[in-house]
């Protein structure tokens, strides 16, 4: 088969990026005055979640002593809905694979999948929160600010869903998704994280943002009272720094690696497409890619492949290295058991690019707009065959880093690594 010729391109982003992350987690600390809200003695529990957001680690451990310096208590709470196969023992696994210890961050990580019952909101949607959270004397919410993969709107995914989905262990996800299929999200999301508000000292948040390159960009601590109002304005950023293709369309995506610490849905539909939430709002563009193959998965996901089923193709070996019961919990949960659809797989790379070139291009596969990337985080290096520049300019910066290449296989039949 006579396959495209791939040129290696640098994209540039915009970079705003934090130098001294601990140093900026004490300072936004400082601008709260805690000392009023928090007593000496007193527990607070930090949410802890699944995303792989930078630094994450020592972003808690400074807060764990900023709070120690108040005279607190502070503990470490997995708030991560039914990730980690629904079990505690899965949900601290995943924290210790971002470097989340007890040791690191100097304080106890205390699990359980158990929740509290606190009634109803005004609307009727029920509210349930992690037991430990709420025998603490006050919370902490620490969470990244950033478009969710499913849902699109002034609030997305940041403090307000940690509340709702991370702290409501797998129960609470289980409920909320089921009736997210039926009421809007930015309704369910501000009625719960409101009553959970107005039951349960909340002490601060800790909003993370990061730049396009998977760094920390901003963090900024916000008094429960402006929760929504900051988290709004927050989101709007997140999205200008989102990175992005360098072509809104293309007939093939290769996709090296998906997983649950790059993104909620394995990989970002706000990046390659298919969001769901979109499919009935024609005015808001999303990428198209008429095919995706996954090749792989992240070794931080720990076997779970949710997102695969927005895959076209995959390869053999990550279905084999897939842990099927923690996919179907995490996508049954999110009421998307599409989600853990496995697609059409081969052993071999090759056999996958022939058997998706012979779909989207035919007569010629040499004259396929073809994009390959590592991961829908790392987006600075992205391999674009030719016939993408005669579509049209980028949508972003970028600059070829060399003349048009042979699509290269290994002896395997496999891809050789992405700019090799």
């Known amino acids: 088969m006579a396959y495209p010729k791939m040129v290696l391109v640098r ?27 928090i007593r000496p003695g007193q527990t607070v529990a930090l949410t802890a979640g699944s995303r792989g957001i930078a630094h994450i680690a020592v972003i808690l451990r400074e807060t764990v002593r900023f709070l120690r310096r108040l005279g607190a208590e502070p503990f470490i709470v997995p708030a991560m809905g039914s990730h980690g196969g629904a079990t505690a023992e899965g949900q601290c696994s995943v924290l210790q ?22 009634g109803s909101t005004a609307e009727g949607f029920p509210v349930v929160l992690d037991r ?21 709107g002034p609030i997305e995914s940041g403090l307000l869903k940690m509340l709702m989905i991370g702290l409501g262990k797998h129960v609470g996800a289980l409920r909320y998704h089921r009736i997210l299929l039926h009421h809007p999200y930015d309704l369910v999301v501000r009625s719960v994280a409101r009553h959970i508000l107005g039951c349960k000292s909340v002490a601060f948040g ?13 963090i900024e601590a916000i008094p429960p009272e402006q929760f929504e109002s900051r988290e709004e ?35 970002d539909t706000n990046v390659v497409g298919r969001k769901r939430a979109l499919r009935s709002a024609c005015n808001i563009p999303q990428p198209e890619m008429r095919l995706i193959f996954v090749r792989d998965l992240s070794e931080k996901t720990q076997g779970n492949a949710t997102g695969i089923g927005l895959a076209d193709f995959t390869t053999s070996r990550l279905v084999r290295k897939m842990d099927y019961r923690a996919t179907v ?58 016939a993408c520049f005669h579509k049209g300019p980028p949508q972003t910066h970028c600059q070829p880093m060399g003349p048009p290449r042979e699509m290269c296989f290994d002896s395997s039949g496999n891809l050789m690594p992405l700019g090799h």
């Open 11 to 37: 994209q540039e982003f915009e970079r705003p990026l934090l130098a001294d992350v601990a140093k900026a987690v004490h300072q936004t600390l400082e601008t709260l005055d805690l000392s009023r809200r």
């Open 97 to 118: 694979s971002y470097g989340i210890t007890e040791s690191f961050v100097e304080a106890p990580i205390r699990a359980t999948m158990d929740v509290v019952t606190l």
């Open 132 to 152: 430990y959270a709420y025998e603490a004397d006050h919370i902490g919410v620490v969470a990244r600010i950033k478009p969710h993969t499913a849902f699109h």
């Open 206 to 218: 800790l909003a993370i943002v990061e730049n396009a390159y998977d760094e920390t960009a901003l």
């Open 233 to 267: 304005q927050l989101l709007t950023l997140a999205r200008q720094w989102l990175p992005k293709l360098p072509w809104m369309q293309a007939d093939l995506l290769i996709v090296d690696e998906i997983g649950k610490e790059i993104s909620g849905s394995g990989m």
């Open 329 to 386: 919990i995490n996508c049954l949960t999110a009421g998307y058991p599409a989600g853990a659809f496995i697609p059409v797989h081969f052993e071999t790379d090759r056999e996958v690019v022939d058997a998706a070139l012979s779909i989207v291009a035919p007569d010629d596969p040499s004259a396929a707009r073809v994009m390959r990337i590592r991961n829908t985080l790392q987006l600075e290096f992205v391999e674009a065959s030719e």
